[in-house]
């Protein structure tokens, strides 16, 4: 009966998110394995049932919001039309799970680093977007301009072309971001999608294959190494900008202070994940 249930949340995980959720579909893609078979032990069922309890999706066009009865919070969810399956761009907090996969452990840490940053920028205001400490520092906006303007030149033609495009003009990154809320979002969300475009159909055997940036060679596991840096770098910036700017209204992001403790405790549980 257990595994007809974890059989059954898994069918419907498979139809919701597709093969973007991290650990999941990849692991199958990559490794070959059984997706049920990511779910190793009671504390990954457990997280998991808690994932995908009863939900309620209700569709619009091409967008769906799906309401967890089990969290405050709701996941919105873009859902495009692509043979021949379905591309889904999500937003719901993902469980560490192990894998020897090289590249879908980089997917995870891709996701993880695009969360962070989704959730500090969604405690600010519109105005905190734009504030910078000094004359010579970022505002988050222009972090996030940088961010997609590094994107759309390394993950365009990823294998096929060179990562410094021609057309890039990074110096014109750093002035003048997107003037609102939703149009800097949508530079954000669209680099992200080319991100895992260009990701998801790679197998670990692509790691050895030659990309070159500048001109200069590097295997694409050195590429993968050099955005994540990267990428982990930026975010970081986001959210102590996004920490400076809330002061007493800052909610948390992963471990709360003096709480490390309960939160270890929460693991051991399967009621929380370090990723």
Not at 97 to 118: G, N, P, V
Not at 208 to 213: H, L, P, Q, W
Not at 253 to 258: G, H, K
Request: hydrophobic share 40%.
């Amino acid at each position: 009966m257990r595994r007809f249930q974890i059989e059954k949340r898994a069918k419907l995980a498979r139809e919701i998110f597709g093969r973007h959720q991290p650990g999941f579909e990849p692991l199958h893609e990559v490794g070959g394995a059984d997706p049920l078979r990511n779910l190793r032990s009671r504390n990954a069922a457990r997280r998991f049932k808690r994932a995908i309890p009863s939900r309620k999706i209700e569709r619009h066009n091409n967008a769906a919001e799906i309401e967890d009865q089990s969290f405050s919070h709701k996941a919105h969810c873009t859902v495009a039309t692509r043979e021949p399956r379905l591309r889904t761009q999500y937003h719901v907090d993902m469980a560490h799970e192990f894998t020897t996969s090289y590249l879908a452990d980089s997917l995870s840490i891709f996701h993880m680093y695009k969360r962070l940053a989704d959730k500090a920028m969604a405690q600010l205001t519109d105005d905190q977007l734009y504030l910078q400490l000094d004359p010579e520092s970022n505002s988050i906006a222009v972090i996030v301009k940088h961010m997609a303007g590094n994107m759309r030149s390394r993950w365009t033609d990823f294998l096929t072309s060179d990562g410094e495009k021609p057309q890039r003009n990074r110096d014109s990154e750093f002035v003048d971001p997107p003037p609102t809320r939703v149009e800097l979002l949508k530079v954000w969300e669209d680099g992200w999608a080319l991100v895992f475009a260009a990701l998801e159909p790679l197998s670990d055997a692509d790691l050895v294959r030659t990309v070159t940036i500048r001109g200069e060679a590097h295997s694409v596991m050195q590429a993968l190494n050099r955005q994540i840096a990267h990428y982990a770098y930026h975010v970081g910036q986001i959210v102590m900008l996004a920490k400076a700017h809330s002061h007493q209204q800052w909610q948390a992001l992963t471990v709360a202070r003096n709480r490390s403790g309960d939160f270890n405790q929460r693991v051991a549980a399967g009621e929380a994940s370090q990723r």
